[in-house]
């Protein structure tokens, strides 16, 4: 027994129109939150709210099954001022279904609680079904899916809703983020001056610029080092004592967060720190039976560079959802209608390859 795909792919639908009208900033989710909670009310579904992540058991849980977990987010970031369209307004033009949040990660999250909604009723799966809806994925806040986990049963493996055209991200880079800091000697800018931070800077840059870290990893490349921002002066006449440099490293899987902030305050040729270290890469085995059930489907896979949720898991995760990572953060934001009538149809046989 099961709910009908083709209703429910009709009601996420207009369960992410809805979540679009409704301001959801980390740290402000609470209306999205209750959108969500009518959601699994209306299905007759129990759930748990812990501040505005809510989460879902299916019906036939059995605590000496493993555990699958089903996760997306339902907070955004703020739009941009590029925006032509209102963020807020949710609605379709030409198969285009418009709004903040609609591809990043709101066609994912809808279409994971449609997909976990069809298999609620089913008996005799080989895993137990977690739907987890999160908070503050954006930002890494303390109330995401990371300060949850210790209210979950134990999770064996993952998937978690992010766009990416529904193939296979079988692995994630992960991020460490450093403060450098660049020496000299402060002065007059009349007068001599062979130790400028600033000019010390130039030899700094190359040195970031040519760095490689050896190991590479099939999945993910090699380790990707950006000098993203600098600062340094406050006068036209004043040499600066520092200049200030921000550092962001994607690490693939052949490294820890750790082994990479060592080598680097090891070797960088100025003071270097690291921010932290919980932003992890992920990955799952290529010859996992939840990947092997997407690829019997003609699904690919590929290692993602951009960062989620799996950062918080230990468990082996797969990156899946409906929609295109490039178009998320950007102005105008859309997904496809026809993407997340995909996406769930993808999901639950993906699901049913592994589960039955």
């Known amino acids: 027994m099961s709910f009908s795909q083709d209703i429910l792919t009709k009601e996420a639908i207009e369960l992410l129109k809805k979540l679009i ?6 740290k402000e989710e609470d209306k999205t939150a209750d959108a969500i909670e009518a959601w699994f009310t209306t299905h007759d579904i129990p759930f748990t709210r812990e501040n505005n992540n809510i989460y879902a058991k299916n019906k036939y849980w059995d605590d000496t099954k493993p555990t699958l977990l089903l996760n997306s987010h339902h907070d955004t970031v703020k739009p941009n001022q590029a925006y032509t369209k209102d963020p807020f307004h949710a609605h379709i033009e030409d198969g285009k279904l418009f709004g903040l949040g609609s591809n990043d990660a709101g066609g994912a999250l809808v279409s994971l609680i449609a997909t976990f909604t069809h298999l609620y009723l089913m008996e005799d799966l080989n895993h137990n ?8 994925e954006e930002n890494a806040g303390e109330n995401s899916l990371r300060g949850l986990l ?17 193939q296979l991200a079988i692995a994630e880079k992960g991020l460490v983020v450093f403060d450098a800091v660049v020496e000299g000697t402060p002065s007059h800018a009349a007068h001599p001056n062979g130790n400028n931070a600033i000019y010390n800077t130039i030899k700094v840059l190359e040195w970031f610029k040519n760095y490689r ?4 990893s099939e999945a993910l490349g090699d380790v990707k080092l ?3 921002q600098m600062k340094a002066g406050s006068e036209h006449n004043v040499v600066p004592s520092q200049v200030d440099l921000v550092i962001d490293v994607r690490v693939n899987d052949s490294y820890t967060n750790k082994e990479i902030a060592d080598l680097l305050k090891k070797e960088a040729p100025c003071k270097i720190q690291e921010r932290g270290l919980k932003l992890n890469s ?3 085995d290529k010859n996992h039976p939840l990947v092997q059930s997407g690829i019997a489907l003609g699904r690919e896979t590929y290692g993602s560079p951009t960062l989620s949720d799996q950062a918080a898991l230990s468990c082996q995760s797969l990156k899946l959802g409906p929609g295109d990572s490039t178009r998320s953060h950007s102005a105008d934001e859309y997904i496809y209608v026809q993407e997340i009538e995909e996406g769930i149809d993808l999901y639950i046989k993906i699901l049913k390859g592994f589960l039955l």
């Open 282 to 284: 992920s990955k799952i």
């Open 226 to 228: 950006t000098v993203t």
């Open 129 to 136: 079904l977690l739907m987890v809806a999160s908070a503050e």
């Open 213 to 216: 870290f050896e190991k590479t």
């Open 150 to 166: 210790p209210s979950l049963p134990k999770i064996d493996v993952a998937i978690v809703g992010e766009p990416t055209l529904m």
């Open 21 to 26: 009208s409704i301001q959801s900033f980390s």
